[in-house]
């Protein structure tokens, strides 16, 4: 445990800020605020809404002493530690630039860390400068499951990777993204995305993209090739299959499994996939926010960065942003890296 007390402040007061903490069903902690409770080495210090009465109510269901209606405000007046952005995605870009230049030790920020790609190197950059960590809650960068798919990857225990497939309820940029940084994390860089995009309409002047559902077909650098199915469903999903050249892995929201090719028990001289146990994690828990946190503690204290940093989130939004590029060129093959980096798509 750290010898000193961090002041965090919270930006934003929905679901992900401290409201799913209400869902009794989900793994607790699930929120900012109910994360920082769980460390003696964090006071929550004052809390920010879009107007003071939420604010208020959100600082009276969490025992927290100051709240404000104007985050700058705030970020001014409380000399914080720890921010964090619990806001639409639209709203990121300005929060994190005003954390960074009140030299906030760390941004921990929801995704998708931005609305664009030029948003989000203003972000990055601002962020360096000033010397605060900015870290973006992809979640399962902090997952062991993840951790250990990736050991199996890496030391090709079950051969070559060949393709992914993946499925996930939702938008390309708000859940997407999700799905394309743990893509990353797994397997590296993309080269070219195709896809189709359902329900792109513009908006107003400043010919703005709205989030939406759809497909896409991306192939990294190694040669992996990958089928995304972000469509919205009537159900919640998201899982990835990952076929090995000697076997295969599927992992996802409460799932993990793994088979092994083996001598087949249906026909001679063939062989298949035979289910076999899913490896063990290290002990030390498991709580994938409990474990960012500790990260964003010690990334101040050993001035470092964390496991899911501005450069990893952007890579993700841009990844994500290849769909729609992809979409409105006719479905032909967007090349990475995007040359286009003011392309706004406004999301959750």
């Not at 960074?100 to 030790?105: A, D, E, F, Y």
């Not at 195709?194 to 908006?203: C, I, K």
């Not at 990294?220 to 919640?236: E, T």
Request: overall charge negative.
């Amino acid at each position: 445990m750290s010898s000193r007390v961090y002041r965090a402040v919270i930006i934003g007061s929905g679901r992900i800020a401290g409201g799913l903490e209400d869902d009794v069903l989900r793994p607790h902690p699930c929120t900012h605020v109910g994360a920082y409770k769980r460390f003696p080495e964090i006071e929550v210090a004052a809390c920010s809404s879009r107007t003071e009465e939420q604010a208020r109510e959100f600082a009276q269901r969490w025992g927290i002493r100051n709240y404000y209606g104007d985050y700058r405000e705030m970020l001014d007046q409380e000399k914080a530690d720890i921010v964090s952005v619990c806001t639409p995605a639209e709203h990121h870009h300005d929060a994190v630039m005003h954390a960074s230049q009140c030299h906030t030790k760390a941004v921990f920020c929801e995704k998708a860390i931005s609305t664009s790609l030029g948003e989000a190197d203003e972000m990055i950059s601002e962020s360096r400068l000033y010397g605060t960590r900015l870290t973006v809650n992809h979640t399962r960068r902090w997952c062991p499951d993840f951790h250990v798919v990736r050991q199996i990857i890496d030391s090709e225990e079950l051969g070559s990777l060949h393709s992914i497939t993946g499925w996930f309820g939702g938008s390309l940029i708000h859940t997407g993204t999700h799905f394309f940084d743990i893509m990353h994390y797994l397997c590296g860089d993309a080269e070219s995305v195709q896809g189709v995009v359902f329900g792109n309409s513009r908006e107003g002047a400043e010919d703005n993209l709205h989030d939406a559902d759809g497909y896409a077909f991306v192939e990294l650098s190694n040669g992996v090739r990958v089928f995304v199915n972000g469509i919205s469903k009537s159900y919640y999903i998201f899982e990835m299959e990952l076929l090995f050249s000697d076997g295969r892995i599927r992992i996802g929201n409460g799932v993990h499994e793994l088979w092994r090719s083996g001598k087949s028990r249906q026909y001679e001289d063939f062989t298949e996939l035979q289910r076999d146990d899913f490896p063990k994690t290290a002990p030390g828990g498991s709580n994938p926010l409990i474990l960012a946190v500790r990260d964003i503690i010690g990334s101040i204290e050993e001035d470092r960065d964390t496991a899911s940093t501005g450069e990893d989130a952007r890579q993700a939004l841009e990844t994500a942003s290849a769909v729609f590029v992809s979409h409105m060129d006719g479905g032909a093959a967007a090349e990475l890296p995007l040359k286009e980096r003011n392309i706004r798509i406004l999301s959750k």
